[in-house]
């Protein structure tokens, strides 16, 4: 069965640090990769999708992804968080038939 | 516009009640979704309906009951629930996959179930 998973349960930053979550998939075949952010008490807001041509995508709000198809992976990245990206992040993955989130990662900055 | 609606916003009820979630969206999208999602985790997958036709039903008790209506509006009637049901519950849109295509699914911002 697809599955997707997230390196980090909880991670916790200060402002300005730079930031990497993690996300492997393990479906070999053609996948539509996506972040998903999650702000406390609002709906889930789609940050960046992959779908196909240049692996690095650039989302919302500074933040980009690398899709590194050897590695099953589709890591989020960005230079610089702020307070306001305190968040749950979703990876998530399609294809085709079916649409798979990971377990999240939650993102604590410290102001 | 990629606005999915949900209402209510906030619903408690009790075991023996029936009450309907809505949710709405206007843009074009021929697929709808319906998720449950507990607090801190990723949201589960209840229902597919593609053409307002169910496709996907994860094995859902038959005390939640989808409806799609038309291809703007799905609904989630509930019946006899208990507790452990109160979560929140999301409705998605998006269009119809095939072979190909992509389907990004948009949210709508959930109503919070609380079952007493």
């Known amino acids: 069965a697809q599955s997707v998973s997230q390196h980090n349960h909880h991670v916790i930053l200060s402002e300005a640090a730079s930031l990497e979550l993690g996300c492997n998939y393990s479906?070999?075949?053609?996948?539509?990769l996506f972040w998903y952010v999650q702000y406390p008490g609002q709906h889930l807001q789609l940050l960046l999708k992959?779908?196909?041509?240049?692996?690095l995508v650039k989302g919302i709000k500074g933040f980009e992804a690398e899709f590194i198809k050897s590695k099953f992976s589709f890591n989020l990245r960005k230079p610089s968080v702020q307070w306001s990206d305190t968040a749950e992040y979703f990876c998530?993955?399609?294809?085709?038939?079916?649409?798979?989130f990971g377990p999240g990662t939650r993102l604590s900055v410290l102001p | 516009d990629t606005e999915v609606t949900q209402t209510p916003k906030h619903l408690v009820m009790g075991m023996t009640n029936k009450k309907s979630l809505k949710c709405e969206q206007h843009?074009?999208?021929?697929?709808m979704y319906w998720y449950k999602q507990k607090a801190k985790k990723p949201p589960e997958l209840m229902f597919v309906?593609?053409?307002?036709?169910?496709?996907i039903n994860e094995s859902v008790p038959s005390r939640f009951s989808p409806e799609c209506p038309n291809s703007s509006l799905l609904n989630l009637h509930l019946h006899a629930l208990q507790p452990e049901d109160s979560a929140l519950y999301l409705c998605?849109?998006?269009?119809?996959?095939?072979?190909?295509?992509?389907?990004?699914?948009?949210f709508g911002p959930g109503t919070r179930l609380t079952v007493l």
């Open positions: 998605a849109s998006s269009q119809v996959p095939t072979s190909g295509t992509t389907d990004t699914q948009y």
């Open positions: 479906y070999g075949g053609t996948v539509n």
């Open positions: 992959y779908f196909s041509g240049d692996p």
């Open positions: 998530a993955v399609n294809n085709g038939q079916n649409f798979v």
């Open positions: 843009m074009g999208h021929r697929a």
């Open positions: 309906y593609s053409y307002e036709k169910l496709s």
